[in-house]
Nanobody
Framework: QVQLVESGGGLVQAGGSLRLSCAAS????????MGWFRQAPGKEREFVAA????????DYADSVKGRFTISRDNAKNTVYLQMNVLKPEDTAVYYC???????????????WGQGTQVTVSS
């Protein structure tokens, strides 16, 4: 099993950057693909980015491609989301999650963190 805790959210102006972290506990972190999802008020939780167990393959939603970068450090049991050129529409609660396979489908993710708020002002 995996326990996940996100951090790094906050307030930022449009065009700015934030780096989110997701700390995992448990011995099996490196066996899971990891994903980032986000949810704005009144919206469905949506896929943002994913990375495979070894960190050699990544996938991104079209809305963040070229601006966000997902990475992981298995030695530190941590996954990151570097967010650049932030836009007001990026405002949401961001969640990290663990899955058996790298996928954009949220139903495939068995473990979820508590979320961290990201607010981007105009």
């Amino acid at each position: 099993q995996v326990q996940l805790v996100e951090s790094g959210g906050g307030l930022v102006q449009a065009g700015g950057s934030l780096r989110l972290s997701c700390a995992a506990s448990g011995r099996t972190f490196s066996n899971y693909a990891m994903g980032w999802f986000r949810q704005a008020p009144g919206k469905e939780r949506e896929f943002v980015a994913a990375i495979n167990w070894s960190g050699t393959s990544t996938d991104y939603a079209d809305s963040v491609k070229g601006r966000f970068t997902i990475s992981r450090d298995n030695a530190k049991n941590t996954v990151y989301l570097q967010m650049n050129v932030l836009k007001p529409e990026d405002t949401a609660v961001y969640y990290c999650a663990a899955s058996r396979r790298m996928t954009m489908e949220k139903r495939a993710y068995a473990y979820w963190g508590q979320g961290t708020q990201v607010t981007v002002s105009s």
